[in-house]
């Protein structure tokens, strides 16, 4: 099998469990303003979108006009319910005592998000200085270039290093850039991965084995 020198992690479904929290809230928010979906709406259209697509989508949903505020009002309730609900990945801590290979992590979220939700769960100090944020070159999966960042930042070519993902939109950026992807499908409720991925697996703690 082929030796990686540098593992690229997503966050949000790979290093912490935080898409229900994120996505319900979404959901929340706009049958506020009519928009009449449901959670089950919300993982399969907003799961790893960046936030503009999502809202760009909740606006042909809704009765009413979406408040200006909304992002913001989005962004300060979220980090309130992270900060009581998130948790690591299951198994993620050992998968990242055990390797032996450089990492960082590459996510679409904002810099603060990542920082906050890393430090929530123990593992900012694991990944401080290998955070990349999509917002900082204003590029969004399935547009590769964060990968193609994390990897030149890192020191390493594209083929030298695999990329962890648990979203479409993740798995086909990191394809675009020419990068191995391996799929994260625990809470790949619709089976997207099977089949675009590289390789899928379903149980973190697998993935030092599988390496």
């Not at 694991?126 to 204003?138: D, L, N, V, W």
């Amino acid at each position: 099998m082929k030796k990686y020198k540098c593992i690229i992690f997503d966050c949000d479904g790979v290093l912490v469990d935080t898409e229900v929290t994120s996505n319900q809230l979404l959901v929340e928010m706009a049958n506020d303003y009519g928009a009449n979906i449901d959670l089950d709406y919300a993982m399969k259209h907003f799961k790893g979108s960046h936030f503009r697509d999502c809202l760009k989508l909740i606006k042909t949903l809704v009765t009413k006009s979406v408040s200006e505020t909304f992002e913001q009002d989005y962004r300060t309730e979220l980090d309130k319910r992270f900060k009581d609900t998130v948790k690591p990945i299951k198994g993620i801590k050992n998968v990242i005592e055990k390797l032996d290979v450089s990492f960082c992590v590459a996510s679409s979220g904002t810099d603060e998000k990542i920082r906050l939700n890393l430090g929530l769960v123990g593992l900012l100090d694991a990944f401080e200085g290998k955070i990349f944020s999509c917002y900082t070159i204003q590029k969004w999966k399935p547009d590769p270039d964060i990968f193609l960042l994390a990897a030149k930042t890192m020191g390493y070519s594209p083929e030298n290093c695999l990329v962890v993902e648990d979203s479409k939109l993740g798995v086909q950026g990191a394809l675009n850039g020419g990068f191995d992807v391996y799929g994260y499908t625990e809470h790949d409720y619709y089976n997207e991965l099977e089949g675009l991925a590289t390789k899928t697996f379903s149980k973190m703690e697998d993935l030092i084995e599988i390496l």
